[in-house]
Structures are given as C-alpha cells and as structure tokens.
C-alpha cells in the first residue's frame, strides 16, 4: 500500500499553492463486485479555510499516486467553476 507522504506530495503537487493536503486516508469500501479503493484528503487553502474531498472509487491495481494527482485537479476545476 502506498505511503501517506506519497498521496500528500502527490496530491499538493498539483494543488499547491491554491490547496494544501495535511492528512490522507486511504481505505477499501465494500461493493457487491470487485474490491475497490477510495482515498480521502484534508488541509487548508491559501484563503485558510479547510477542506475535506473524496477520490472516486478505483480498483486497487491503481497507482494511488494517480487517483491523488487527479482528486487535486478535480478540486481545483471544480473551484475554477465556482468563480
């Protein structure tokens, strides 16, 4: 399993400056199929306020380093719609 420093780096170096991860989760959720992973990631934004977002499920043969990188810019697009 990957590391917590490794989703933290991975996820702020695509969010970083706007967000920064402090703390990530990472854990497997029931399904009826296959078994599947989910990561979850918390910190702060350049504005101070606090943020908590899920990765979408993924299969666990998945770099987690990916599903980081791509959480971070979810997040990041999804602020760019909000403004």
Known sequence: MMGVRE???AFNAV???RYTCQKALSWYEPTEGPQVQRLEFSGRGADGNG???KSE???PNIDPTQVAR???QALL???EQLT
């Open 7 to 9: 989703l933290v780096q």
């Open 15 to 17: 969010a970083a400056p």
């Open 51 to 53: 943020f908590v977002v």
């Open 57 to 59: 499920q993924f299969n």
């Open 70 to 72: 791509a959480t971070a």
């Open 77 to 79: 697009d999804k602020q």
